[in-house]
């Protein structure tokens, strides 16, 4: 069974001045115990599942908690199964079609008419494109007239 999770993440400074232990339930007290399950994450409006996620759990009232690292890896996990499930273009593949075409991320983004930092996002894997934006990413990539275009209309 899937755990819809919007999970907290553990802050070791917030539980010490609370004088909970780093194990510590922050609901209820109780002693959470490691656990692996299915977690969903929301993706680009879409809840990804993500199978064998390391979380804490609590026993008493069921609250999930995420070490920082556990977290880190579970929006990873999520991001590469969106991209997989939508046949999206890697961050690699993205930083190859800028790079390909002497464009700065900030060039880019301007074409795309997106935010300063979204290509930077992507390249990073912190984020990842719509479907829209992969189609354009593709078109820039396999049709060489389309970034003229681009540049030609961009405002």
Known sequence: MATKVRPRVAREDKRSRAGL???AC???GAIMRER???LR???NGEEIAVPDSAHLRCPKCREVVLRMDQARKLRERALEAYRSRYDLLTAD???SIRERHRLTQAQ???LLRLGGNTISRWESGRNVQAAAMDVLLR????IPESLRYLKKHAA
Do not use: F, G, H
């Open 41 to 43: 994450l929301p993706v």
């Open 21 to 23: 232990a780093d194990d």
């Open 26 to 28: 922050p609901n209820c």
């Open 36 to 38: 692996s399950a299915v």
């Open 108 to 110: 880019l983004a301007r």
């Open 139 to 142: 078109l820039i990539r396999d």
């Open 93 to 95: 593949e993205i930083r």
